[in-house]
C-alpha cells in the first residue's frame, strides 16, 4: 500500500508533532518509532498478530509530544480496492507526558473487491496525564473479513477513550484492549 496525501499544520509541526506513514517514520524517525513498534501488541501472542507483524505494509505514525495539546483531530483514510490481497495497515500513536490529541481513522473498501482479509493493528500509549481520543471506523464490504487489534498502554493519570464504529458489511473480529499501567489511569 502506499501514501496518497499527508498534511500536518505547520503549527502542530513546529511543536514536533510528527504526522506521517508508518513506513517513513521507521525511517526517518527510527528512535521514536522502534521502542513502541508491536510492544502493545506482541508478535507472538497469536497466528495472526505474528502475520501482521511479517507483513504489514502502510498505516500511520502519530507523535504528540510532552505538553502539547491538538485542539483539531488529526486523521487518515485507509483506502482498498484490491481483489484477493492482504490488506495491514498498523497505526501506532504516541502521546508523550500532558499531552492530549484525538485521532480518527476511516477504513473503507470499494468497487467489486474479491475476497480480501484486513488485518490491522493499532497500537496507542499514552503517557502520565496524557489524553487520547481514538475514533475508527470500519466501512468495508460484505467480502472483507475484517481483523483488528487495538491495544493501549496508559500510564499514570493518563486516558484512552475508544470510539469504535464497526459498520463492515462482511465478518469482524474486534479486540480492543486498555491496559492501565498507573495510578489514575483509565
Do not use: C
Amino acid at each position: 500500500s502506499g501514501v496518497v496525501y499527508t498534511s500536518l499544520d505547520s503549527k502542530w509541526a513546529e511543536q514536533g508533532v510528527i504526522f506521517t506513514d508508518l513506513h517513513t517514520a521507521a525511517r526517518e524517525h527510527g528512535e521514536l518509532v522502534k521502542p513502541y513498534l508491536m510492544k502493545a501488541v506482541n508478535k507472538d501472542e497469536n497466528k495472526l498478530t505474528a502475520l501482521h507483524a511479517a507483513l504489514w505494509s502502510g498505516g500511520a505514525f502519530l507523535y504528540v509530544p510532552r505538553n502539547v495539546q491538538i485542539d483539531v483531530p488529526i486523521q487518515a483514510l485507509f483506502f482498498t480496492s484490491e481483489k484477493n490481497a492482504l490488506f495491514a495497515p498498523h497505526i501506532l500513536v504516541v502521546a508523550e507526558e500532558n499531552s492530549s490529541v484525538t485521532y480518527v481513522d476511516n477504513y473503507v473498501s470499494a468497487g467489486e473487491t474479491g475476497e480480501l482479509v484486513h488485518n490491522g493493528i493499532a497500537e496507542v500509549f499514552v503517557k502520565p496525564g496524557a489524553k487520547v481520543q481514538y475514533s475508527t471506523i470500519h466501512n468495508l464490504g460484505e467480502k472483507v473479513t475484517d481483523l483488528s487489534y487495538r491495544r493501549a498502554i496508559v500510564e499514570n493519570d493518563g486516558s484512552v477513550d475508544w470510539i469504535i464504529g464497526e459498520m463492515s458489511e462482511g465478518n469482524s473480529m474486534s479486540d480492543t484492549t486498555s491496559l492501565l499501567k498507573g495510578n489514575g489511569s483509565f
